[in-house]
């Protein structure tokens, strides 16, 4: 049994640590709600929501247990519109956009 939990922890760990976080680096559109989500067969689950500080910046955490998705997401800012961002067991990335509305895709840089 001791080592089940041992196998268990460690696993959790190595999978911990090769998780990625996404960075949110959005200054135009500071202050602004989001809502991060998977989509998930006919639904969606909601990761995370909160608001960009004051520099437009977020960063998406999600919990150990959604870290290996590999699927898509979306980020949606709210009043500005949004965007999807296809996992793939990547590490930890950076999604930017210097530039207002529109929040087009040939305006965001992964």
Do not use: H, W
Not at 35 to 58: E, I, K, P, S, W
Not at 70 to 95: H, M, P, Q, Y
């Amino acid at each position: 049994m001791k080592l089940f939990y041992l196998c268990f922890f460690l696993s959790a760990a190595f999978f911990a640590a090769f998780a990625g976080d996404i960075t949110i680096d959005f200054p135009k559109f500071a202050g602004k709600d989001y809502v991060y989500y998977f989509v998930r067969g006919d639904g969606n689950d909601t990761v995370m929501r909160g608001t960009l500080d004051l520099n437009g910046q977020a960063k998406l955490s999600p919990y150990l247990s959604d870290k290996n998705f590999c699927g898509t997401s979306r980020f949606i800012i709210s009043g500005a519109g949004g965007f999807e961002i296809f996992l793939n067991g990547e590490k930890d990335f950076t999604v930017e956009c210097d530039r207002g509305l529109p929040l087009g895709t040939r305006d965001i840089r992964y």
